[in-house]
C-alpha cells in the first residue's frame, strides 16, 4: 500500500509545480508590461547655443535651450528649477553673469501631422540644428539675474558707446584741417615767459635783446574744424618718459627745439633736475645738444644737419670745392638712431645763393654735377633720407615726423639785400598764395612713396600770417639793437610761434596714442 500510494502522488505534485511556474511566469510578463506601460521615458537633450549678443559681449550671456522627448506629462516648473539651478552653478564656476534659458523651439515636423509643441502626451521632441532666436519663448530669471543681465547689456551698450566715440573723436580729429583756421588773442598766453627758461638763445630773445611790444607772444592758432588742447607739460612728460625725444635738421629746428625745452620746463618744480649731458650752453656756434629730464628719465635732443645729406668736399679742375653729396646720408645718423621719436626738418639753407645756383655744388659718387636744378637736387637729397628712415629706423619703436619748410617775410629784398620785417606788430590778414613751397610738395611726395611712417608737420601756412614773430633787428647781443643792414625775419621770436608748432606735435602725439 506505501508503494503504491507514494506512485500516485508523483503525477500530482508535477501538475502544481508546472502550474505554480507558469502562473509566475504569466505574472511577472504582465506586471512588466503593466511597469513599462504606466512609468513616462524621458529622455531630455540640451542644446547650447550661443547668440549673436553673446558672441560680440565677449561670452556675457549664454542661450541654453532645453528638448525633451515625453511619453507622460513633462514639469516646466521641475525642469526650471533643477536647470536654474545648473546654471547658478556654472555662474560661479565660470563666471558668466547672465544665462538666458529657453524653453521652447521653433515647431518642427517629425512625421506627418505630428507637430513639436514641447509640452503635450505622446509628441516627440527632436534636437534642431539651427534655432532661430526671435521664435523661442523666454523664460525668465530671478529678478536678481535680470538685474544682472540689464547691468551688463547697460555696461556692454556704454563700452560700445565709449568705443563708438572714440572712433568718432580718431574720425574727428583725422578729417581736421589743422592749416585752416586763424589766430586768436589770447591773453592766457605765452605758455612760459623768458625770465621762466633759461634755454632761450640770444637769437631767439627778443624781449632781452630790447624788443617792447609784447602782443607777438599772445597769438593762439584756431583751426576751423577742431580744438587744439593746450599744451599740457606734465601729460607730455608722462607720454615721454624714459624716451628720446630728437629733433634733427637746421636753426629753425633749433628754433622749435629750444620751444619745446621751455614748454616742458613749466612741469618742472626744481630747474637743477635738468640739465645738458655734456655740460654745453646753448648758442648758435654749436648744434648738438641732449637735455635730461632726470624725474622722468627722458632726453630731448637736437643735432644740426643743414640738408640732412653730408656736406663735402671735391676736386672740380685745379681747385677744391664744396660740394653737397645729395646721394648721402648726413654722417650724424648714429646720433639719432634709436629715438624713440624723430621730428626732421630741412629747407632754409636750400634757398641759399649757391643750393639756388647749383653749379659745380651737388655730388653724386664721384660726379661733381656742373649744373642742377635745386628742386631735383632738393628731391634727390630727401629719397637719400627717405631710404635711410626705410633701412634704419624701426617704426614699432620710433614715431617719424617731418616739419614743413618755415616762411620768411623779408619786405624789399632778400636776407642780403636790404629785406626787414621791423615795422609788423601784427598778424597778416592774408598770406601769399605762393607760401606753400614747391619743397613741400617734393617731401609730400617723397613720403608716400616710403615703407615707414612718417607724419607730415604741415606748419607752413599757419606761420605764413605771423610776419609779427621774427626777431627783426631784435635778435642781437643782449640790451643792443643790431647795427647790421641784415635783419633776422627768418627765425622766431620766443616764446612765439614755434610753441604753436609744438603745441600741434603734442596733439598729434597725443591722437596717434
Known amino acids: 500500500m506505501e508503494k503504491q500510494r507514494s506512485f500516485s502522488l508523483k503525477p500530482t505534485r508535477l501538475l502544481v509545480f508546472s502550474f505554480t511556474i507558469t502562473s509566475s511566469v504569466v505574472f511577472f510578463t504582465f506586471f512588466t508590461i503593466w511597469v513599462i506601460k504606466s512609468t513616462p521615458s524621458v529622455r531630455q537633450e540640451t542644446l547650447f547655443r550661443f547668440n549673436e549678443s553673446s558672441l560680440r559681449l565677449g561670452l556675457r550671456s549664454v542661450t541654453v535651450q532645453t528638448l525633451s522627448t515625453s511619453g507622460g506629462n513633462f514639469s516646466a516648473t521641475g525642469e ?15 563666471g558668466f553673469a547672465s544665462i538666458s534659458v529657453f524653453g521652447g523651439l521653433r515647431r518642427k515636423e517629425d512625421g506627418p501631422g505630428v507637430p513639436v509643441d514641447g509640452g503635450g502626451k505622446g509628441d516627440l521632441l527632436r534636437m534642431h540644428e539651427s534655432v532661430p532666436e526671435t521664435s523661442s519663448e523666454k523664460i525668465e530669471l530671478p529678478s536678481s539675474k535680470r538685474g544682472a543681465d540689464k547691468r551688463i547689456r547697460a555696461t556692454s551698450s556704454e563700452k560700445i558707446e565709449v568705443s563708438n566715440s572714440e572712433k568718432v573723436e580718431q574720425r574727428r580729429v583725422k578729417d581736421c584741417d589743422l592749416t585752416n583756421g586763424r589766430w586768436v588773442y589770447d591773453e592766457s598766453y605765452p605758455l612760459y615767459t623768458n625770465g ?4 632761450i638763445d640770444e637769437g631767439f630773445n627778443c624781449k632781452r635783446n630790447g624788443r617792447m611790444d609784447k602782443n607777438y607772444m599772445k597769438w593762439r592758432w584756431q583751426p576751423q574744424d577742431c580744438e587744439i588742447p593746450r599744451f599740457n607739460a606734465t601729460k607730455m612728460l608722462e607720454s615721454i618718459r624714459g624716451k628720446r625725444l630728437v629733433f634733427v635738421g637746421d636753426s629753425i629746428n633749433r628754433n622749435q627745439w629750444e620751444s619745446m625745452l621751455c614748454m616742458l620746463m613749466g612741469a618742472i618744480r626744481d630747474p637743477k633736475r635738468v640739465y645738458e649731458i655734456h655740460g654745453r650752453r646753448i648758442t648758435k656756434e654749436k648744434g648738438n645738444y641732449s637735455f635730461k629730464f632726470v624725474d622722468y628719465k627722458c632726453t630731448v635732443e637736437y643735432y644740426v644737419t643743414h640738408y640732412l645729406v653730408h656736406e663735402s668736399k671735391a676736386r672740380v679742375g685745379q681747385k677744391r670745392v664744396q660740394t653737397l653729396r645729395i646721394d648721402s646720408i648726413d654722417r650724424g645718423t648714429s646720433r639719432w638712431r634709436g629715438a624713440d621719436i624723430l621730428v626732421f626738418n630741412t629747407a632754409h ?6 643750393t639756388k645756383a647749383g653749379i659745380n655744388y651737388y655730388q653724386e659718387g664721384n660726379q661733381v654735377h656742373p649744373r642742377l636744378d635745386v628742386s631735383t637736387a632738393f628731391r634727390r637729397a630727401l629719397m637719400t633720407w627717405a631710404s635711410w628712415v626705410d633701412r634704419r629706423v624701426n617704426p614699432r619703436k620710433t614715431q617719424v615726423f617731418f616739419r614743413s619748410s618755415s616762411p ?8 642780403n639785400s636790404g629785406g626787414h620785417c621791423l615795422e609788423a606788430t601784427q598778424p597778416l590778414n592774408e598770406t601769399s598764395s605762393i607760401s606753400y613751397t614747391e619743397k613741400n610738395i617734393i617731401v609730400e611726395q617723397v613720403i608716400k612713396q616710403m615703407k615707414t611712417p612718417v607724419t607730415f608737420l604741415n606748419i607752413t601756412d599757419l606761420s605764413s600770417y605771423r610776419i609779427d614773430g621774427h626777431p627783426s633787428i631784435y635778435g642781437g647781443k643782449s640790451g643792443k639793437r643790431s647795427s647790421s643792414t641784415i635783419q633776422d625775419c627768418s627765425h622766431w621770436c620766443l616764446p612765439g610761434v614755434p610753441d604753436t608748432w609744438n603745441e600741434i606735435l603734442y596733439f598729434l602725439l597725443q591722437s596717434q596714442r
Open 80 to 94: 526650471k528649477k533643477s536647470i536654474d539651478a545648473h546654471y547658478r552653478r556654472l555662474e560661479n564656476v565660470s
Open 196 to 199: 621762466s627758461c633759461p634755454f
Open 349 to 354: 639753407w636750400w634757398s641759399h645763393y649757391k
Open 408 to 415: 620768411s617775410h623779408f619786405r624789399g629784398g632778400q636776407w
